[in-house]
């Protein structure tokens, strides 16, 4: 397991506003996303290096987002003001058992774009991201599916997480994983949620020196 992309919920102005506004700051042009016609959500990409990207999401006015869980998610913290909403670990083995450990089954998601192109996944924890927003939820990308990070044109990679949380839970809900162990440049730092437990900031290594967001 590895880190994947870490989800940014777009505020008020929209998910394109928003994801103009991430970009400049780290000198990543955005592209479009889709829409995910399972979840009532669309994003927008910031492909990154080392085959992560950061993903800007907001809530259609469809009633998929108002049932699934992650929609609820996005909408929930866009109507907080929008930022960080987590941080999302990738499953390379198979996520059968990921299943098993949290009891439950993996949702399939897909989005497609206008040339063609068709993202395929399954995820799984969003209900653990829900109740307690420290946890990440996992992805499996689908058999021959494109990544989003494949568009990167740019050296911009993530260098820092920090987690208003528990490290020991963390661990737990990565069935014994310790975080820093999800990725050989990433470091992890942990504080003392004063509130809502989740993810307060990204690092990002930049060609013009590192950028906090």
Known sequence: MRVDHVSYAADQSG???????????LGVPPVDGGIHPRFGTRNMILPLAHERYVEVVEVLDHPSSDKAPFGQVVRARSEAGGGWMGWVIRVDAEIEEVEQR????AVAGNRRLSDGRE??????GIKGTLADPQLPFFVKWGEGSPHPSEEASTDVTISALMIAGDQARVTDWLGGLPPEETSSVIDFEFVAPHGTP??????FNTPGGPVTL
């Not at 993202?119 to 799984?124: G, N, P």
């Open 119 to 124: 993202f395929l996944w399954k995820q799984i």
């Open 198 to 203: 989740g993810l307060l900031s990204v690092t």
């Open 15 to 25: 998910v394109k506003a928003t994801a103009q506004r991430l970009g400049e700051a």
């Open 102 to 105: 949290l009891d439950r089954k």
